[in-house]
């Protein structure tokens, strides 16, 4: 069965902390994402992975930065928390390309104080 | 570029109602068209999909045509349940392309 997995489902940490939030997923998928979930605004993509150790932008990647350096794992870093990025992560993954629907992990809410 | 449009919600409705939620895409190419669905505290789910113009996804009761003459992919279900309530995102994709679309979801709440 399809699996992807997020190291915590909640999360508190304080303004101006290193955040490390890690996902894995056992389907041996090429690529890998992370999003971030607020009301009102859906999801909205960060980073994402098509490959180990290659990465790419998404919409929203300020503050962020990610790590890859094993295909079943994807890391999301907030290398300085503020108050703006209490939200909902969510990670993804799928195979190859377009076609191939996106499985995600069941999400950690960070809260940042 | 590349959107989707969903109805704000929340939709209430009672148990064994008819359920429609619109979706509406704007799209430069000819995308694969998605429903997720994100039950409370959980991840999303793939719901059902279509590739191309007038194919019909279907899951659990659930459809969705791909209309491209209206770019709509339209979620109905003709008796909804109570442990149907969740919030509903469509999406859409590009083969060869790793971006998704998502729209804003839509929350549904069902009423025994």
């Known amino acids: 069965d399809v699996k992807v997995t997020q190291s915590s489902r909640y999360l508190v940490k304080r303004t101006g902390e290193k955040v490390f939030l890690e996902c894995v997923q056992d389907?041996?998928?090429?690529?890998m994402f992370w999003y971030r979930q607020d009301p009102g605004l859906g999801l909205r993509l960060i980073y994402f992975?098509?490959?180990?150790?290659?990465?790419e932008k998404g919409d929203i990647p300020e503050g962020y930065s990610v790590s890859r350096e094993k295909k079943e794992r994807f890391s999301l870093i907030l290398e300085s928390a503020s108050t703006n990025q209490t939200s909902m992560y969510l990670c993804a993954s799928s195979f190859d390309r377009g076609r191939y629907e996106q499985y995600f992990g069941p999400g950690t809410r960070l809260t940042v104080t | 570029g590349d959107s989707v449009t969903q109805m704000e919600g929340p939709v209430t409705l009672s148990e064994e109602a008819f359920l429609t939620i619109n979706c509406t895409y704007t799209?430069?190419?000819?995308?694969?068209l998605f429903w997720y669905v994100q039950y409370p505290g959980e991840g999303l789910q793939l719901l059902l999909k279509?590739?191309?113009?007038?194919d019909k996804g279907s899951n659990k009761g659930f459809e969705a045509t791909y209309r491209k003459e209206t770019t709509s992919f339209h979620l109905e279900k003709g008796s909804v349940q109570v442990s149907d309530s969740a919030v509903y995102f469509c999406?859409?994709?590009?083969?060869?392309?790793?971006?998704?679309?998502f729209g804003s979801g839509t929350k549904l709440n069902v009423k025994p």
């Open positions: 279509a590739t191309k113009a007038d």
């Open positions: 799209a430069t190419g000819y995308p694969s």
């Open positions: 999406a859409l994709s590009y083969y060869n392309f790793n971006k998704f679309y």
């Open positions: 992975s098509y490959d180990v150790k290659m990465k």
């Open positions: 389907m041996d998928h090429e690529n």
